[in-house]
């Protein structure tokens, strides 16, 4: 176990390091958070053994693993201390901590892992947190191979052009911008000549730029947990974007009651299994609760998204983003607007006097 001067000794480490973790970079943040969830799911199958061990009816001595599970839960609960600081030493990671339901990890997630330059609206932060998938889904290597070889047929690399290029970028939903800079691990273009004067295009780097993720799998990972926290702080008063999900969710059960789903319904159908919970609600038309459930905490992920974005924008540039083009042309969209906003506002006052 872990003795009173090893406490005092991790406790006094852990101070000296939160003083300089406002300091931190990006690059840090993210390996720090990305550190946290490890640890945390470290600590959770530590502590199941434990629980296994402690019931099991063979007498097997788990001092040891009690010993790591505890230094395990002291560096989970130190590098929730940095990453606090670290939010702290940020206006946005204060307003996002400011939002019940969001921790100083969650929070260090977001604001290292985003920032508005070269993006004037929430959407792409949408489409980079993976929250577009209906829009652009990803692909994968298999179909986005059977794309490819469609356009170029029996082309050689030599005879593949930057038009060709273009077209396999455009089918597979990709901006050609996007993705003539992309650099390979060596850090060298990878559609540039070796002399980088002209495009040299191989159908295989072609697939393999393609078919990757268009978003950001870690961190469609954490909004999910964002979402699942929301669900969680629904009930509680002071709550935001928990009530959000709450009314999307009646929402959507509605719309399910009365069938609105029926295309989609018929169309997973055919894909699952007739076994399946699933499926019981496909063969009626009707989307099962599970999917209700999560197209609900999607949608107040989303909102949150928007805000967020909102905030950002406001924060780098000091004025509001761009109207989105709902609200600014169509005007048939009701904007939320966001909360505890008057952070921001008085943020941007106090530095400009």
């Known amino acids: 176990m872990i003795s009173d001067l090893d406490l005092k000794v991790l406790s006094k480490m852990t101070k000296d390091v939160r003083n300089g973790s406002k300091l931190l970079g990006q690059i840090e943040a993210r390996?720090?958070?990305?550190?946290?969830?490890q640890m945390q799911s470290d600590r959770i199958v530590t502590q199941n053994r434990i629980r296994a061990i402690s019931q099991s009816s063979i007498e097997e001595p788990h001092?040891?693993?009690?010993f790591i599970g505890n230094q395990i839960s002291t560096i989970e609960e130190n590098l929730k201390k940095v990453l606090d600081s670290y939010t702290d030493g940020n206006i946005v990671g204060k307003w996002c901590k400011s939002i019940v339901g969001i921790g100083p990890v969650i929070a260090a997630g977001l604001i290292s892992n985003?920032?508005?330059?070269?993006?004037?609206?929430?959407?792409?932060?949408?489409s980079y947190c993976g929250l577009n998938d209906n829009n652009r889904p990803w692909l994968g290597r298999e179909k986005t191979k059977k794309i490819i070889d469609e356009i170029l047929g029996d082309k050689k690399s030599k005879d593949i052009t930057y038009e060709d290029f273009c077209k396999c970028c455009v089918k597979t939903q990709w901006k050609p911008e996007n993705l003539i800079e992309a650099t390979g691990?060596?850090?060298?273009?990878?559609?540039?000549?070796?002399?980088?004067?002209?495009?040299?295009?191989?159908k295989e780097d072609i697939i393999a730029q393609c078919s990757k993720r268009p978003y950001n799998a870690k961190l469609k990972t954490l909004l999910w947990k964002l979402g699942q926290s929301f669900v969680k702080v629904s009930n509680n008063p002071n709550d935001f974007y928990g009530k959000i999900y709450q009314q999307r969710k009646a929402y959507e059960q509605e719309k399910n009651e009365r069938k609105e789903y029926k295309e989609q319904?018929?169309?997973?159908?055919?894909?699952v299994g007739k076994t399946t919970e699933a499926y019981k609600y496909y063969s009626q038309g009707m989307l099962p609760p599970a999917h209700i459930q999560a197209r609900a905490e999607r949608y107040a992920?989303?909102?949150?998204?928007?805000?967020?974005?909102?905030?950002?924008?406001?924060?780098e540039y000091g004025v509001e983003p761009p109207k989105p083009f709902a609200l600014a042309i169509l005007n048939h969209a009701h904007e939320i607007e966001v909360p505890n906003l008057d952070m921001i506002t008085e943020y941007l006052k106090n530095k400009g006097n």
Not at 31 to 37: Q, S
Not at 63 to 66: K, P, Q, Y
Not at 187 to 202: L, N, V
Request: charged share 30%.
């Open 31 to 37: 390996f720090l958070v990305d550190y946290y969830y």
């Open 185 to 202: 691990k060596d850090g060298k273009k990878i559609f540039y000549s070796k002399d980088g004067k002209e495009y040299s295009f191989k």
């Open 265 to 271: 319904a018929e169309q997973k159908a055919k894909i």
């Open 114 to 126: 985003l920032d508005v330059d070269n993006k004037p609206t929430a959407g792409h932060f949408w």
């Open 301 to 315: 992920v989303r909102i949150f998204i928007s805000h967020l974005h909102k905030v950002m924008y406001m924060v």
């Open 63 to 66: 001092e040891a693993i009690s």
